[in-house]
């Protein structure tokens, strides 16, 4: 195609995006105005309705000649019922005619009759809690539609009664909830960080209707690897909502849990994992409140999303902006009252303050507000809360996705108060979950294993037969090249068990072509070579050698771990990495730019080093005789082999073939 042709399609596919985030925007506001109870909720006592619109004016009028009780002051909660706990019994009022949750309702057109009624014990902006209703009647009752009446009036509703699923004996120390739209490129670094940084066991993903950029999908692909729960969240503008039934859901197998966004990052190089300091909390704390400091790139206002990470490519500190909480589930208020970034505790049970202390520096949330343009747009568009504030432009302003306004332009530079040379969190995660030197002073690693400074420049990339690396390895130990070569996966391994003898001050990527990458790392698998290295969740550890009696089967078993394998790690190997070369047509004298040399060798490496190169290229081609294809590949998982696809595109290769 023309460079003429491709400008206009381009432009095309640009509008196109447009158009589509218009109407997105457009449906988010005639869905907010509509009044329904959207999800339901049993709990052991009660039952839980979580709606939108539901008409607080009404419960607020109700309960405005009692006053509200001062610690409840903020979180806009009325509680009623039959059993108001003492601290808030002066605002204690029954319901009475005018408010029922209604339970068994016709499934056609949902009328009352031959429904059972109960009393609403609170309201709390999207969530109202209901009396259950008799047991007796419980089973009848199961699978029927279930809603909220007000003065006769009964809500739209799509949730039934589901029945009590009592809670696990043995609970996960530490879980996380996230809300998602459109954000599916950053997932995979934010389970990877919080997971092996701060012991996050599992993740409850709230799917907020994300059409566009496979969810789904990708969820079931990441699963592989990290323990996931999809949710289906599909009403827009219900933050608070999903913010109460994300902690109830966790609640029934973790201790405590954090309910964050895909731009925030949990930072505390002093003080270990995020999991192990909140066990040292005394059993009277509740919640923790973290300060949240604003990130962006720099004075720069960037265009498009850069490659490596969101913790690797943004550099800039604000100062902090605001507060968030995680919470010991078993200390939340039963009326789930909440202002999104905090809830309202029981009464025994008090807040433990980290913004306003001497850890205010060392434990912090940082907050990727300030992203590429192109990112940025998309997360304004539609905003979670129903309370957040629109995006807006200025007069004389088009919207446009690669035109940042000056409202936005102001933002980043607004929110750039300190630049650092490199991000910190980068540094902090490069060397307690990586092979990198310690740089930053708050880095564990530099204070308790004394491998600060610089060492060698380090060449990793996914081994195996055919992965070329030898052949890079030997190429430079002839000129005696300060730079070490190694298997990515044997190396995790030393990384994981802490015999990682040596830091490295540079890693460069190296990338074979995928069908030939994947087509060896099968073969090892099969053979059971990264048995013990991968973490592969129970039921899919490398195949058994007595199962290669069925070959095929066993075969595309492995194929289709080795295929997850390659994107996974080569994603991983972007975050560390400062260079990236392609072993099929790699030049010594260009590798040794890349590895940032400083040897009195690396001035005369071209000469010398054509046998080196060549060989490194004729053993690439020996390989071009492999049987693996796009075709086969997207037969055995089309998800993964298109994200495999995306990255070989990335790395330069030809997406038809080798």
Known sequence: MSKTSAVPQRVMSWALWMIILIASSLSTVAKSKQRIIFESFTRENDVVLFGLNIPRSEFY?????????????????????????????????????????????????????????????SYAFQTVVCEPPNKTLRNKLFGKHVSLAFNNTIMNTNTLYKEYIPPKKNKKKLCSCLLMWYRTEFLHEWLWYHANAHGVEKVFLYDNDSKEDNLTEHVNFLSSRYNLEYVPWHVHKTQSAYHGHCVILAARECEWVTVTDIDEFVYMPKHGSLSTYLQSMGPDIGSVELAMRAVSSNNTALIQKPEGGVMKSYKCMGKPTNLKSIFRTNALHYSLANVIHSNLLNGSFKTKNLWNSKYASKIFLFHYTVQAWEVYIRKYMRRASLVSRPFKT????????????????????????????TSPIHDFASCQLGPLSCRHEDSLGSIQSGTT??????????????????????????????????????????????NLSVRYHHLVHHVRHPLRSIRMLSKDIVNGRYKSILRLPAGSNAVNRTEKQNSTNSLRSAVKQALHIWVLENEKLEFFSQGRYRVEEVVLSDLCILSQLNNSAASNVTSGCVNETSKIQAFGEMNNGSSLTWKMLESIDPYAAQLARKLAIQYGYNSDGI
């Open 61 to 121: 009028l109700l309960a405005s000649k009692h006053p509200i009780n001062e610690s409840a002051r903020g979180y806009h909660v009325a509680v009623f019922g039959k059993r108001p706990p003492k601290k808030y019994s002066n605002f204690f009022l029954r319901t009475g005619d005018r408010f029922h949750c209604v339970f068994g309702l016709d499934a056609e057109n949902k009328t009352m009759e031959g429904a059972v009624l109960t009393e609403v014990i």
């Open 394 to 421: 200025d007069k004389n302003e088009t919207l446009s996705r690669d035109t940042p306004t000056r409202e936005w332009k102001k933002f980043v530079i607004g929110h750039c108060k300190t630049m650092h040379e």
């Open 453 to 498: 400074g610089k060492g060698p420049c380090l060449i990793a990339g996914l081994g195996g037969r055919g992965s070329g690396l030898p052949w890079i390895s030997k190429a430079l130990q002839k000129r005696s090249l300060n730079c070490v070569v190694k298997d990515w996966l044997e190396l995790q391994s030393e990384i994981v068990s802490g």
